[in-house]
Structure formats: C-alpha cells, structure tokens
C-alpha cells in the first residue's frame, strides 16, 4: 500500500467532534465501497465523523476538492459549514487552519511529485501555507 493510501489527519474541532480527513488522489475509489474513481488531477478531502470508540462507526460529512483549501491561503481565514443540517460539523477558522496545515504539509508534496512540478514550486506554496499559519486569529 502506498504513503497517499494511509495518508489522513484526525483532530478534534473546536466543537469537540472528532473529525478525520483524508485525501483520495486520482485513480482512488471514493464513495460507499469505494464505487467511484477520481478521475482527475486536483485531489479531493474527505471528511468524516469519528464517534468515541464505544458508540457505532465513522460516516463521511463531506468532500471538497484541494483547491478550495490551497486557493485560500492568503485570504483571512473563515470557518467552513461541512454540512448544512447539523452544526457540529462546522469548522472554526482554527479547524480550518489545521486542515490547510495537513494538506500543504502532507497532500501537496505528493500532488509536486505526482504533476512533476520543480521543487520550488512546491516551496512556494508550503511557504505561503506557513505564512498563513503565522497569522494570529485576532487579526482574522
């Protein structure tokens, strides 16, 4: 098994839900029984719910594609609602901010290897990442 099919992130949000977020690369199955192939080259994030060890299994909440986290890392940092009909699975921007921190950290090394992008373009975005994590929540 390849690094990118155990590559995931699991955290407790500020709500206190713990949450597991993983990335499905093209040519990976996603979906119920992994019945879809992702076809293309931006990667998509899944997210799922971790209930406590005691009561029942994880279930998907939501995807999004990487872009929609990469594109943002200059912008203020805003929470993100990963589904509509139940507000424990809204993210703070601080959840936010971990996410973006696991993707440019984890996914976008292997999305630079796989596209065949220099190495300084990679650095540029993990520089623009860590950038952005400096910034203090106060000023978001």
Do not use: W
């Not at 407790?12 to 192939?37: H, M, Y």
């Amino acid at each position: 098994m390849s690094a990118r099919n155990r590559l995931e992130h699991t955290f407790s949000s500020t709500k206190g839900v713990r949450i597991r977020v993983k990335p499905v690369f093209k040519g990976q199955g996603f979906g119920v029984n992994d019945s879809v192939v992702h076809k293309e080259d931006m990667p998509l994030i899944e997210f799922y719910f971790l209930p406590s060890r005691d009561h029942g299994n994880s279930f998907f909440i939501s995807r999004y594609y990487v872009s929609a986290f990469t594109c943002r890392m200059n912008e203020p940092m805003v929470g993100l609602c990963l589904d509509g009909a139940n507000s424990a699975f809204d993210l703070s921007a601080e959840d936010v901010r971990g996410v973006l921190s696991f993707i440019a950290e984890q996914v976008v090394p292997l999305i630079v290897e796989k596209q065949g992008l220099l190495p300084v373009d990679e650095q540029a975005l993990l520089g623009q990442a860590a950038a952005f994590n400096n910034l203090s929540l106060n000023a978001i």
